[in-house]
């Protein structure tokens, strides 16, 4: 799987959108971008995720760059409940079977009141 | 639809002990792989299970082991408990059936929290 590289935090005000950057310059033609946040005490929650079109759910939007080399995660009115560990991982296929997700550190997003 | 759980939610065990966790997919997922995740270490994969059969397994020693049973339900056994294995455990089901199924992504339990003391 590709590696990925997220800024370890970010802040953002309540309200506006959280635009989360990640790094994946080493992705091959077959492998998604998926998006997975970590509330504190709880299990990683599945986000969204795409190969290459940009996908729009009702928790966030995926823009993925042309040459698919890094992609964008936005949140587009965020909240204090979005406050967690965003983590953006590479790999093929839908994340299941095989060999289990490879999670990084994320980048820790706050948002402030 | 449920989600995944996971049980039980914490857990106080003392070294050299053994201990087993318990995992229920979601309804109609076929796939269930765990996760430990330490504060040093960050979420590493052990294992994953499909129609009963371990199909992958992470970088652990054999002390870690697994079972998924005919509803899918899944076990987790930890033997001869070690400090180091007090962790958040988590299980993780998808409707996937390989690794190049490319819609079906894990949904993840809440976890169980294993102190080893």
Same mark, same amino acid.
């Given at each position: 799987?590709?590696?990925?590289?997220?800024?370890?935090?970010?802040?953002? $005000?309540?309200?506006?959108? $959280?635009?989360?950057?990640?790094?994946?310059?080493?992705?091959?033609?077959?492998?998604?971008?998926?998006?997975?946040?970590?509330?504190?005490?709880?299990?990683?929650?599945?986000?969204?995720?795409?190969?290459?079109?940009?996908?729009?759910?009702?928790?966030?939007?995926?823009?993925?760059?042309?040459?698919?080399?890094?992609?964008?995660?936005?949140?587009?009115? $965020?909240?204090?409940?979005?406050?967690?560990?965003?983590?953006?991982?590479?790999?093929?296929?839908?994340?299941?079977? $095989?060999?289990?997700?490879?999670?990084?550190?994320?980048?820790?997003?706050?948002?402030?009141? | 639809?449920?989600?995944?759980?996971?049980? !039980?939610?914490?857990?106080?065990?003392?070294?050299? +002990?053994?201990?087993?966790? &318990?995992?229920?997919?979601?309804?109609?997922?076929? &796939?269930?792989?765990?996760? +430990?995740?330490? !504060?040093? +270490?960050?979420?590493? *994969? /052990? *294992?994953?299970? *499909?129609?009963?059969? +371990?199909?992958?397994?992470?970088?652990? !020693? %054999?002390?870690?082991? %697994?079972?998924?049973?005919?509803?899918?339900?899944?076990?987790?056994?930890?033997?001869? /408990?070690?400090?180091?294995? &007090?962790?958040?455990? /988590?299980?993780?089901?998808?409707?996937?059936?390989?690794?190049?199924?490319?819609?079906? !992504?894990?949904? *993840?339990?809440?976890?169980?929290? /294993?102190?080893?003391?």
């Amino acid at each position: 799987d590709a590696k990925t590289t997220q800024p370890p935090s970010m802040d953002c $005000a309540e309200g506006r959108a $959280a635009n989360l950057p990640c790094n994946h310059s080493t992705i091959s033609g077959n492998e998604y971008v998926y998006w997975y946040r970590q509330i504190h005490s709880q299990g990683p929650q599945y986000i969204i995720h795409g190969l290459k079109n940009n996908e729009t759910n009702e928790m966030a939007s995926l823009i993925i760059t042309e040459d698919r080399k890094s992609s964008t995660l936005i949140l587009p009115h $965020a909240t204090l409940r979005d406050t967690a560990v965003y983590y953006c991982i590479v790999r093929v296929g839908g994340g299941g079977g $095989a060999d289990g997700l490879t999670f990084g550190k994320g980048t820790h997003l706050i948002i402030q009141p | 639809k449920a989600g995944v759980t996971q049980t !039980p939610r914490y857990l106080i065990k003392t070294r050299g +002990q053994q201990v087993t966790l &318990s995992c229920s997919p979601i309804s109609g997922h076929r &796939s269930v792989s765990w996760y +430990q995740q330490t !504060p040093g +270490q960050g979420l590493q *994969f /052990l *294992f994953e299970y *499909f129609s009963e059969t +371990q199909r992958n397994k992470g970088n652990f !020693p %054999g002390r870690f082991s %697994g079972r998924q049973f005919s509803n899918s339900r899944s076990e987790m056994n930890v033997s001869t /408990l070690e400090l180091g294995d &007090s962790a958040l455990y /988590l299980c993780a089901s998808s409707l996937a059936r390989d690794r190049g199924d490319s819609n079906q !992504p894990q949904h *993840f339990g809440d976890g169980t929290r /294993l102190s080893i003391l």
